[in-house]
């Protein structure tokens, strides 16, 4: 069976600062990994994603997460925060690469203060 | 520009009735999902379908019922029978042959009053 655990429901940086966004996962099989993004009242954007290809992910709007499998990690961060990053962020975690399969996080909520 | 339309965005219902939340897709995705979302409880997969007239149980479909007679359209109706219905319902889908990457609908909120 599969799950994903995020640390901490809510984050708090200064504009600017590091974004460090935890997720770890547990998997029989290499895993297909996740992280999406939801702005308040939205659906969520997929940010990037980890495919077996190359363990550090670059996604969208400045975001990276590194595959990590001997902590079974796949922490997202972002050098420096901008007030737009403010939103919900999800790890996602599939054994077999199929929707059907997503088990998601519970989220963590991003707060940046100027 | 190809999406995921979901309507209504906000719906408010009296306990005991039923309520249809619309989602189309024109994507050309074969397959679609619905999901629920509650705070601090991330989201649940009510039901899903990989092919036109073929649908299967997620992990909380009671209370829930679909259907999918187009490739664009897969309702979903929250009946009397679910006990808490009030929550941000998501429609997704996605592409056969992809590696699992969901697009989302901007989602409907129901309240029951």
């Known amino acids: 069976a599969q799950s994903v655990t995020q640390l901490g429901s809510h984050v708090s940086v200064s504009e600017g600062a590091l974004v460090l966004l935890r997720c770890n996962y547990s998997?029989?099989?290499?895993?297909?990994l996740f992280w999406y993004v939801q702005y308040p009242n939205q659906g969520l954007q997929l940010l990037l994603k980890y495919t077996s290809a190359a363990t550090l992910v670059k996604g969208i709007n400045g975001f990276e997460a590194e595959f990590k499998k001997s902590e079974t990690s796949f922490h997202l961060t972002k050098p420096s925060a901008h007030m737009s990053d403010a939103a919900e962020y999800f790890c996602?975690?599939?054994?077999?690469?199929?929707?059907?399969?997503?088990?998601f996080g519970t989220g963590t909520r991003l707060q940046v203060t100027l | 520009d190809g999406g995921i339309t979901q309507s209504p965005k906000y719906l408010f219902r009296k306990e005991g009735q039923n309520v249809t939340l619309s989602c189309e897709q024109n994507l050309n995705h074969d397959a679609m999902y619905w999901y629920r979302q509650d705070p601090g409880q991330g989201l649940r997969l009510i039901y899903y379908s990989q092919i036109v007239n073929d649908f299967q149980k997620g992990d909380i479909a009671e209370g829930y019922s679909v259907s999918r007679e187009k490739k664009e359209s897969f309702p979903l109706t929250v009946t009397s029978a679910q006990k808490n219905p009030t929550a941000f319902y998501l429609c997704?889908?996605?592409?056969?042959?992809?590696?699992?990457?969901?697009?989302f609908g901007e989602g409907s909120r129901l309240t029951v009053l």
């Open positions: 996602a975690v599939s054994d077999t690469g199929t929707a059907s399969k997503l088990t």
């Open positions: 997704a889908s996605t592409a056969t042959g992809g590696t699992g990457e969901l697009f």
């Open positions: 998997s029989s099989v290499p895993p297909y």
